[in-house]
């Protein structure tokens, strides 16, 4: 079994306080004998997470090794038309081989002196919204010569060899910060995409005083006042080394679907997995709200969580010898690291790696 935990590696620096292993024991240990195998640093303000760039590596989809993006937009899109009721054979074939793009809708705030991107999951926007705004957006985006393919409002695609050209960041690494070095970028001169600029210009002003909009914030809540493009790339033929994945996360499960998997939502707990006699591959992400926010005791409390739903019952099944292998792999904002233990690394008591040391 392996599990992927991202935001699981904090920066020590960030934390109100130091980790105090005894919250997590049945983690802790596992971490105290497990064998690193692999730790990948990224590089500063890289264009994609850790856990995204993991992802599109783990599965083999990560072909140019030279770009600090991540390229799941083709495996969102795939996920997408799958879930909307496509049969996979037809939701590959209609990718074509183009290079794809995902536009998600977002809000972007003004600070002082510039603009902040807001994690596009803190806007809670309904498929009704979305719907509603996408239907603004066609028309202004045909106009462009530029056709929106959306098996789902939330998310929408476009193909262009072009695409290729462009460095664009995942909205969750810009979530937070200064946009200006995030905003899509040509790879050869590092000049902004007039193309993009232009669409994003139109929907802007397509979305101002847009009735969603006002009833959003009549309610209190940020309008939807802008589009993000993200994770160009072609679909690739993957790998796995899993028969089943478990995840909520719609890239996530993408890749799956074009590992010819069997994909099915996170259970809520590992006891519902572990008379399974298949190969594993799930992706925990309950530590992401708290991570983001920085809210600390909720990130304690949520590790905690998945103690007792997870690593507890996971480490006892392969203390017990049910379980042949547990992999676990974390991820923070710099780095991904990946252990893994078999029942006997559980008596190499030499073993004495504190997760407080992996922090950086």
Not at 43 to 52: D, E, G, K
Not at 97 to 126: F, K, M, N, Y
Not at 133 to 148: E, K, M, W
Not at 199 to 215: G, I, K, S, Y
Request: hydrophobic share 50%; net charge positive; aromatic share 8%.
């Amino acid at each position: 079994m392996h599990l992927l935990l991202p935001f699981s590696l904090p920066a020590r620096a960030m934390m109100d306080a130091p980790v105090t292993h005894g919250q997590w024991p049945a983690f802790s240990a596992f971490i105290a004998r497990a064998r690193q195998v692999e730790h990948v640093r990224e590089l500063a303000f890289a264009r994609a997470l850790p856990h995204q760039r993991w992802l599109a590596r783990y599965f083999g989809a990560l072909k140019d090794q030279r770009r600090d993006a991540a390229p799941l937009a083709p495996y969102m899109q795939l996920a997408d038309c799958i879930e909307a009721g496509m049969p996979a054979p037809q939701a590959m074939e209609n990718m074509d081989g183009a290079v794809w793009g995902c536009i998600e809708p977002v809000h972007v705030r003004i600070a002082h002196d510039h603009l902040v991107l807001t994690e596009p999951a803190q806007l809670a926007l309904s498929a009704h919204e979305a719907a509603q705004l996408l239907n603004a957006a066609r028309p202004v985006a045909a106009a462009l010569g530029i056709a929106l393919v959306a098996p789902t409002p939330l998310r929408w695609y476009v193909r262009d060899p072009l695409l290729t050209t462009l460095n664009c960041a995942s909205p969750q690494a810009a979530a937070g910060r200064n946009i200006e070095i995030w905003l899509p970028a040509r790879s050869d001169t590092g000049g902004r995409s007039l193309a993009w600029m232009k669409l994003q210009n139109e929907v802007q002003m397509a979305w101002f005083e847009h009735p969603v909009n006002r009833a959003r914030e009549t309610r209190g809540a940020p309008p939807v006042n802008s589009i993000w493009l993200h994770g160009c790339g072609g679909l690739q033929s993957v790998e796995r080394s899993f028969s089943h994945l478990y995840s909520h996360q719609i890239a996530t499960r993408g890749l799956g679907f074009a590992a010819r998997a069997e994909v099915k939502p996170l259970p809520e707990s590992f006891d519902v997995l572990s008379t399974q006699r298949a190969t594993i591959f799930a992706e925990l992400d309950t530590l992401t709200p708290a991570f983001t926010a920085r809210d600390w005791p909720a990130w304690r409390a949520a590790l905690a969580d998945l103690e007792r739903r997870w690593f507890a019952p996971a480490c006892a099944a392969l203390h017990g010898g049910a379980l042949r292998r547990l992999t676990l792999t974390l991820s923070g904002e710099a780095s991904a690291l990946t252990l893994t233990a078999t029942r006997a690394d559980l008596y190499k008591f030499w073993r004495r790696t504190l997760f407080g040391s992996l922090l950086a």
